[in-house]
């Protein structure tokens, strides 16, 4: 009897307790940035006045509203349904759109002037990073690596990727080059009017 209770008894090892604690805390903290974003999201979207930023740039704070209420905000509680939660795919997902909350709040935060939800913005992007950085953190990388079949493209993907971020990258560094050279700021490529701080704040985040 001694010998079954030892067989069927089993303890956590202290890194399994570490990675319990953080899918824990990371599906906590991504229900907590749902329910923000969607918040958020909706004042931006019908609260008037909210935004006092220059007619193009709250034309684009809106946009980013209208995406998020509509995409992110669904799709990030769908990935805490409890029936799809553990899914590899729900857990893909879910670090996407924590990534995209992380990025785009920092424009909200960094980039806007001052408004009635900078407190929400605030919790937005520190929830945001903090649960994103715990979701990887518990990702099982072996794990999802075995399910890649042999004839996935893996190869081709990363190179579509890279085709995607060098010319970017090279873009922003070419830029921030040039004004450390000459003294020749920067020029917004797009047709919108932005604040200085854009560009900038875009080039760090790319």
């Known amino acids: 009897a001694r010998q079954v209770s030892e067989m069927t008894t089993h303890t956590p090892a202290p890194g399994e307790t570490r990675t319990g604690t953080a899918v824990a805390a990371a599906r906590w903290l991504a229900a907590g940035v749902a ?11 019908w609260a008037p006045g909210l935004y006092t930023d220059a ?9 980013y509203d ?5 995409v992110v905000a669904p799709l990030l509680a769908l990935t805490l349904l409890p029936a799809w939660r553990d899914q590899t795919a ?16 920092a424009y909200y935060l960094f980039g806007a002037q001052l408004n009635a939800a900078l407190l929400a913005h605030i919790a937005i992007f ?22 890649f079949r042999p004839r996935t493209p893996v190869r081709t993907v990363a190179v579509i990727l890279l085709l995607l971020g060098v010319p970017l990258a090279a873009i922003q560094v070419s830029g921030l080059a040039g004004f450390a050279v000459t003294g020749a700021v920067p020029q917004e490529p ?6 200085l701080g854009f560009p900038r704040l875009g ?4």
């Open 203 to 206: 080039a760090v985040l790319d």
């Open 35 to 45: 329910v923000l974003v969607a918040g958020a999201s909706a004042a931006g979207l």
């Open 126 to 147: 520190t929830a945001s990073l903090y649960a994103l950085v715990l979701s990887l953190v518990a990702l099982d990388i072996g794990g999802l690596a075995a399910r």
């Open 55 to 63: 007619a193009a740039v709250e034309a684009m704070f809106r946009g």
């Open 66 to 70: 209208l995406v998020t209420i509509i």
């Open 190 to 195: 797009s047709q919108l009017v932005v604040p």
């Open 90 to 105: 729900a857990q893909l997902l879910r670090i996407s759109m924590l990534a995209y909350c992380f990025y785009n709040y």
